[in-house]
């Protein structure tokens, strides 16, 4: 029950932190610059799938990430960690996208971000979301390989309509400074949320 306790309140505090889409905080120092600790938040969507509303909340917890100090200058941002510095991501990224089913609301203009209802009332199973990462540099776009989806139903959420999945990307060679953007779509190729963040 303490990891539902946890994980939950992370998918709650998502809701806060989604317009931010980060877990911050100022530099001791030097005020202008942001100190990122996990989990890094990408952001908080739903979507309708037939009768019912799934939320998807993603995020970060690498280990990367820890202590990691963004530093505004004239020629841009610098990142680093104590007296190391870092230009780039590392080899590869892990990701966390946790899944809540629910009944819509009544008044389905309050659900938060509404992504196109599918065509079909079929339910739209776990094994059904398929995702896809890219990296963004100005208007260039560059695939980045997910090497492996891990697919997670833990004890606590048997309770509830919910679901996890762990997504492995390939980020060496990626720039600090690019943006990263996840498309979440169905089996049938519908596109169902996008997430970026841009440290």
Known sequence: ML???????????????????????SSPKHTNNIVYHPPVILGLQTFQSGPTCISLYVY????FFEDLEKIETPTGPKFRRKST???EFPDTIL??????????????KSVPRLQERRESDQRLEPDQLRFQA???????????????VEFQKEPWQELRDDWSYK?????????LTNELLIT????????LARFSKKL
Do not use: H, N, Y
Not at 3 to 25: D, K
Not at 95 to 108: E, H, I, N, Q, T
Not at 134 to 148: H, L, M, V
Not at 184 to 191: A, F, I, L, M, P
């Open 3 to 25: 990891g539902c306790r946890i994980r939950w309140s992370l998918f709650a505090s998502a809701v806060m932190l989604a317009t931010t889409g980060q877990v911050v905080r």
């Open 167 to 175: 997504l492995t990307l390939k980020s060496k060679g990626a720039a």
């Open 95 to 108: 990701l966390v996208v946790d899944a809540s089913r629910k009944a819509c609301p009544r008044d389905r």
């Open 85 to 87: 510095w870092f230009t």
């Open 184 to 191: 979440v779509k169905s089996d049938t190729g519908q596109q």
């Open 60 to 63: 970060t917890e690498d280990s």
């Open 134 to 148: 890219e990296f963004i540099t100005g208007a260039a776009k560059r695939p980045a390989e997910i090497t492996s």
